[in-house]
């Protein structure tokens, strides 16, 4: 055991311990600062014209060296953040140029011409000289700001100098040669001090103004501003492209895009406007320099400006060569004009222009043909939708000319153009169609990316190589560094890959841009065919068989392309099926003004598309063709109650025939999957019938009975019976009450409960031998024969007793119902219950509504709301018990 040493001792020894805890303490934390030190990144060198000490920063220590914050002063620790110092620099040179113009502006006058030209002189080279100092100092934040109140003193200058030695100068020729001499004056002086990043951006926006204020000092016509402006704008360019620092490039770009697209503006103007080919030649010089400029500088811009240099320069070509001929033609011929020289603009797949600037010619010249068929748009909108008027007047006569039936107020002298603008450009997708694969490989060279570049797979990576994914060495491909496009041979020729985005894609792609090719030919020949009859006036029955050959010929075309398979022939097919019903819409339509061209027009139409419907193979078009077949039947159903003379009701039931024989054919088709677009295609027919008839109660009922026979028909096979039966029993119900109604029954138990009796027995009967039966089938009808009717005229009847019998027996069927779990029976009866009630005490409600305050109605609703909120859950979970209940019931 040791002995405990005395108090002074042991304070000794602790007094020891802490001092060797403290000293091992101070060596730790030096190693940790040093462990930090090596662990932290190394500083980065200044990159050109960007020096760290611009901010007051001076620069790191020695390697390993701990960063110091910005502002850090030796010995005085951290100072300011640099970002307050550029506050006080600014405001700072803000208020010195502020002193300076004050003083230019108000106390000039006080001081004789020395004294003028001394301050102005010592300030402005005191201001220019001091940012050199400065910068040898390393204080480059203050040099900039110095060299901001510098360039504000040297405008002074030139103000100064206008309005004392040359007052009587012309104030824009003086401010161009102002302002070409202090853009010299400040790129010499950036170029001195290259440090300095405010001169040369300052230089280049001074450099904007001389030639364009020259122009209009010398009141030059609108050519001359033209090319002063892209005199500029191509300066402009050089400097983006060959400029020293990000600033001097961005400043140089945007000067340029803006001055260039306003001497491009002033090119179309004056192109556009042009009396003749003779006076629009100059304007279009000033487009193919603007062409000349924009392609020389898309050699050497990065991939997106070398884009758009080959759209500005492709969209300027079409306007200064499409402008000459242009002018000599009349109005509605010039569009095309600039669509051939846009078209023309594929030839560049032929040039050694860079890749990207070739794609942004392609896209102007698809630009200049997609606005050229947008100006052709209208004039087909209104042979389509034209005919619509005769809606209002049908077999007043045949017109002379196709534009008076048409009732359209388009000029069509202005629209010559659209049928050549659509049919060239039907070609032309056509041919792309048919030679697929030739135009594949003259694009090839556009779209494929060399090894390396970005988006192109890696050497021995899945399809680097390899074509559409094909194996290397397999028929049609090539290997990348070959030299040969990268392109493959696919079934029947086709290409194995989409063009577009610069990479394989696979089969699939290619085959939707060919499908969109033969689609778009499909839309836009059709539209060609349709505006030349109209552009030309040709007569009115001409324009009507026209319209009916080209929907046998775009039907025919549809079932070509159904049959032949693949994506690109589907898409041929939907476009040619989509165009055939427009077509045939229209028309019918525009055959509405002569009864003997309405009756052979939509006999034809619905020959038409029944053939096509049988010849089709299955599938939408099938179903589509035979609907349409279907509705153009039910229209000639009821041209012929017109040519008899009937009334609209009277004519009702010959609208059915259509319906009828869809039923027949329904029967005949049985399991086709085109029978139910058939049968559902004959309801419209009958609900047609149904409307005409409404305004006469005796044919209302025969059309109910007559729909509810067909629906009988259809109830004969047992895949419709489910929907059938109950639709014509419901039918035959209605019939039965609309009858009565019309009859002026008021007593209408006595032709109801013969029915319902013994329908109820054989209800009874169906449920005792198949207990499964649902009780809306075996009771339904029978209940609702009787109890519908008596509702119906008990609202209208003024006495108690038949609500009172009525009720009660709509009671009683409710307990049998919630007793025996019996669906019809509760819901049938319930709701007798519920509206007999609500007739009966309607009255007292009007009458206690009538006394209540005006507010309390609201407020009884917002409590309610209120409860239900509070019992959210409850409430649907009472809702669902409900359900569930119902559910269980048969």
């Given at each position: 055991?040791?002995?405990?040493?005395?108090?002074?001792?042991?304070?000794?020894?602790l007094?020891r311990?802490?001092?060797?805890?403290?000293?091992?303490?101070?060596?730790l934390?030096?190693?940790?600062?040093?462990?930090?030190?090596?662990?932290?990144?190394?500083?980065?060198?200044?990159?050109?014209?960007?020096n760290?000490?611009?901010?007051?920063?001076?620069?790191?220590?020695?390697?390993?060296?701990?960063?110091?914050?910005?502002?850090?002063?030796?010995?005085?620790?951290?100072?300011?953040?640099?970002?307050?110092?550029n506050?006080?620099?600014?405001?700072?040179g803000?208020?010195?140029?502020?002193?300076?113009?004050?003083?230019?502006?108000?106390s000039?006058?006080?001081?004789?011409?020395?004294?003028?030209?001394?301050v102005?002189?010592?300030?402005?080279?005191?201001?220019?000289?001091?940012?050199?100092?400065?910068?040898?100092?390393?204080?480059?934040?203050?040099?900039?700001?110095?060299?901001?109140?510098?360039?504000?003193?040297?405008?002074?200058?030139?103000?100064?100098?206008?309005?004392?030695?040359?007052?009587?100068?012309?104030?824009?020729?003086?401010?161009?040669?102002a302002c070409?001499?202090?853009?010299?004056?400040?790129?010499?002086?950036?170029?001195?001090l290259?440090?300095?990043?405010?001169?040369?951006?300052?230089?280049?926006?001074?450099?904007?103004?001389?030639?364009?204020?020259?122009?209009w000092?010398a009141?030059?016509?609108?050519?001359?501003?033209?090319?002063?402006?892209?005199?500029?704008?191509?300066m402009?360019?050089?400097?983006a492209?060959?400029?020293?620092?990000?600033g001097?490039?961005?400043?140089?770009?945007?000067?340029?895009?803006?001055?260039?697209?306003?001497?491009?503006?002033?090119g179309?103007?004056l192109?556009?406007?042009?009396?003749?080919?003779?006076?629009?030649?100059?304007?279009?010089?000033?487009?193919?320099?603007?062409?000349a400029?924009?392609?020389?500088?898309?050699?050497?811009?990065?991939?997106?400006?070398?884009?758009?240099?080959?759209?500005?320069?492709?969209?300027?070509?079409?306007?200064?060569v499409?402008?000459?001929?242009?002018a000599?033609?009349a109005?509605?011929?010039?569009?095309?004009?600039?669509?051939?020289?846009?078209?023309?603009?594929?030839?560049?797949?032929?040039?050694?222009?860079?890749?990207?600037?070739?794609r942004?010619?392609?896209?102007?010249?698809?630009?200049v043909a997609?606005?050229?068929?947008?100006?052709?748009?209208?004039?087909v909108?209104?042979?389509?939708?034209?005919?619509?008027?005769?809606?209002?007047?049908v077999?007043?006569?045949?017109?002379?000319?196709?534009?008076?039936?048409?009732?359209?107020?388009?000029?069509?002298?202005?629209?010559?153009?659209?049928?050549?603008v659509?049919a060239?450009?039907?070609g032309?997708?056509?041919s792309?169609?048919?030679?697929?694969?030739?135009?594949?490989?003259?694009?090839?060279?556009?779209?494929?990316?060399?090894?390396?570049?970005p988006?192109?797979?890696?050497?021995?990576?899945?399809g680097?190589?390899?074509?559409?994914?094909?194996?290397?060495?397999?028929?049609?491909?090539?290997?990348?560094?070959?030299?040969?496009?990268?392109?493959?041979?696919?079934?029947?020729?086709a290409?194995?890959?989409?063009?577009?985005?610069?990479?394989a894609?696979?089969?699939?792609?290619?085959?939707?841009?060919?499908?969109?090719a033969?689609?778009?030919?499909v839309?836009?020949?059709?539209?060609?065919?349709?505006?030349?009859?109209?552009?030309?006036d040709?007569p009115?029955?001409?324009?009507?068989?026209?319209?009916?050959?080209?929907?046998?010929?775009?039907l025919?075309?549809?079932?070509?392309?159904?049959?032949?398979?693949?994506?690109?022939?589907?898409?041929v097919?939907v476009?040619?099926?989509a165009?055939?019903?427009?077509?045939?819409?229209?028309?019918?339509?525009?055959?509405?003004?002569?009864?003997g061209?309405?009756?052979?027009?939509?006999?034809?139409l619905?020959?038409?598309?029944?053939g096509?419907?049988?010849?089709?193979?299955?599938?939408v078009?099938?179903?589509?063709?035979?609907?349409?077949?279907?509705?153009?039947?039910?229209?000639l159903?009821?041209?012929?109650?017109?040519s008899l003379?009937?009334?609209?009701?009277?004519?009702?039931?010959l609208?059915?025939?259509?319906?009828a024989l869809?039923?027949?054919?329904?029967?005949r088709l049985?399991?086709?999957?085109v029978?139910?677009?058939?049968e559902?295609?004959?309801?419209?027919?009958?609900?047609?019938?149904?409307?005409?008839?409404?305004?006469?109660?005796?044919?209302?009922a025969?059309?109910?009975?007559?729909?509810?026979?067909?629906?009988?028909g259809?109830?004969?096979r047992?895949?419709?019976?489910?929907?059938?039966g109950?639709?014509?029993?419901?039918?035959?119900?209605?019939?039965?009450?609309v009858?009565?109604?019309?009859?002026?029954?008021?007593?209408?138990?006595?032709y109801?409960?013969?029915v319902?009796?013994?329908?109820?027995?054989?209800?009874?009967?169906?449920?005792?031998?198949?207990?499964e039966?649902?009780?809306?089938?075996?009771y339904?009808?029978?209940?609702?024969?009787?109890?519908?009717?008596?509702l119906a005229?008990?609202?209208?009847?003024?006495?108690?007793?038949?609500?009172?019998?009525?009720?009660?027996?709509?009671?009683?069927?409710?307990?049998?119902?919630?007793?025996?779990?019996?669906?019809?029976?509760?819901?049938?009866?319930?709701?007798?219950v519920?509206?007999?009630?609500?007739?009966?005490?309607?009255?007292?409600?009007?009458q206690?509504?009538?006394?209540?305050?005006?507010?309390l109605?609201?407020?009884?609703?917002?409590?309610?709301?209120?409860?239900?909120?509070?019992?959210?859950?409850?409430?649907?979970?009472?809702a669902?018990w409900?359900?569930?209940?119902?559910?269980?019931?048969?």
């Open positions: 055991m040791e002995p405990v040493p005395p108090p002074a001792e042991e304070l000794a020894r007094d311990e802490l001092a060797e805890l403290d000293a091992r303490r101070a060596q934390l030096t190693r940790r600062a040093w462990l930090l030190a090596a662990l932290r990144p190394p500083v980065p060198a200044a990159a050109p014209g960007w760290p000490s611009a901010w007051g920063t001076p620069p790191g220590g020695g390697p390993g060296a701990p960063a110091q914050p910005w502002g850090y002063v030796p010995g005085k620790g951290a100072s300011a953040p640099r970002s307050a110092q506050v006080l620099l600014t405001l700072g803000l208020l010195l140029a502020v002193a300076a113009v004050a003083f230019t502006l108000v000039w006058g006080s001081m004789g011409i020395g004294g003028r030209s001394a102005l002189s010592v300030v402005t080279l005191g201001a220019l000289a001091a940012p050199a100092v400065l910068l040898r100092r390393g204080l480059t934040a203050t040099a900039e700001a110095l060299t901001a109140l510098a360039l504000v003193l040297t405008l002074l200058d030139v103000y100064a100098v206008h309005a004392v030695a040359a007052p009587d100068a012309d104030g824009l020729g003086f401010t161009a040669v070409a001499v202090l853009a010299a004056l400040w790129t010499a002086y950036g170029l001195a290259g440090t300095l990043r405010l001169p040369l951006p300052v230089a280049v926006v001074l450099a904007q103004w001389p030639l364009l204020f020259w122009a000092a009141g030059a016509p609108a050519p001359v501003v033209g090319w002063a402006l892209l005199a500029t704008a191509v402009d360019g050089v400097i492209l060959r400029g020293r620092g990000p001097v490039r961005i400043t140089a770009c945007v000067g340029g895009s803006v001055l260039g697209l306003s001497a491009l503006l002033v179309l103007t192109s556009a406007t042009a009396s003749g080919p003779i006076g629009a030649l100059a304007p279009g010089a000033l487009l193919l320099a603007a062409v400029a924009a392609l020389a500088g898309a050699w050497r811009a990065p991939k997106g400006f070398a884009l758009v240099g080959g759209v500005v320069a492709g969209l300027a070509a079409v306007a200064a499409g402008g000459v001929p242009a000599a033609v109005d509605g011929w010039r569009v095309l004009a600039y669509l051939l020289c846009g078209l023309a603009l594929t030839a560049v797949l032929r040039t050694r222009l860079p890749k990207d600037a070739a942004g010619v392609l896209v102007a010249s698809a630009a997609a606005g050229a068929l947008a100006g052709s748009v209208p004039s909108a209104a042979v389509l939708l034209g005919p619509i008027t005769l809606l209002s007047d077999w007043a006569g045949s017109p002379q000319g196709f534009r008076s039936a048409l009732g359209s107020t388009l000029p069509w002298s202005e629209s010559a153009a659209a049928p050549v659509l060239l450009a039907a032309l997708l056509g792309a169609y048919r030679w697929w694969p030739s135009l594949v490989r003259a694009v090839a060279p556009l779209t494929v990316r060399e090894p390396g570049a988006g192109a797979p890696e050497a021995g990576a899945p680097a190589g390899v074509p559409g994914g094909r194996p290397p060495g397999a028929p049609g491909t090539a290997a990348y560094g070959t030299g040969a496009p990268w392109y493959a041979g696919g079934p029947a020729g290409p194995w890959y989409a063009v577009g985005g610069g990479r894609r696979g089969w699939p792609s290619g085959a939707a841009l060919r499908g969109a033969g689609a778009g030919a839309a836009l020949g059709w539209g060609a065919l349709l505006s030349a009859g109209a552009v030309l040709v009115y029955a001409l324009a009507v068989v026209a319209e009916t050959l080209l929907v046998a010929g775009l025919a075309l549809a079932v070509r392309g159904a049959g032949s398979g693949g994506r690109a022939s589907a898409a097919a476009t040619a099926s165009a055939a019903v427009a077509g045939a819409v229209s028309a019918g339509l525009l055959s509405l003004a002569s009864e061209a309405s009756y052979a027009v939509f006999a034809a619905a020959a038409l598309f029944a096509a419907a049988f010849r089709a193979g299955a599938g078009p099938r179903a589509v063709f035979a609907v349409a077949a279907v509705v153009w039947g039910t229209v159903t009821g041209f012929a109650g017109r003379g009937l009334a609209g009701h009277e004519s009702a039931p609208l059915l025939l259509t319906p869809t039923v027949l054919l329904g029967a049985r399991r086709n999957p029978a139910v677009p058939v559902l295609a004959g309801v419209p027919g009958a609900l047609v019938a149904v409307g005409l008839s409404a305004a006469d109660a005796p044919f209302l025969l059309t109910l009975a007559l729909c509810g026979v067909l629906a009988a259809a109830a004969v047992p895949e419709r019976r489910p929907v059938a109950r639709s014509a029993a419901g039918l035959f119900v209605l019939a039965a009450w009858r009565l109604a019309a009859s002026g029954v008021s007593f209408p138990e006595a109801t409960l013969p319902t009796v013994p329908a109820l027995v054989v209800g009874f009967l169906r449920r005792r031998k198949d207990p039966a649902s009780s809306w089938t075996a339904g009808p029978g209940l609702a024969a009787t109890l519908l009717p008596s005229v008990a609202w209208t009847d003024p006495d108690w007793v038949r609500p009172l019998v009525l009720g009660t027996a709509a009671l009683v069927i409710t307990l049998l119902g919630a007793r025996h779990r019996l669906q019809a029976l509760l819901i049938l009866g319930g709701a007798v519920a509206l007999d009630g609500l007739h009966e005490l309607a009255p007292y409600v009007v206690v509504a009538g006394a209540l305050p005006r507010w109605p609201p407020a009884l609703a917002g409590l309610l709301l209120l409860v239900v909120g509070a019992t959210y859950e409850q409430r649907l979970r009472d669902r409900l359900k569930d209940a119902l559910g269980r019931m048969r």
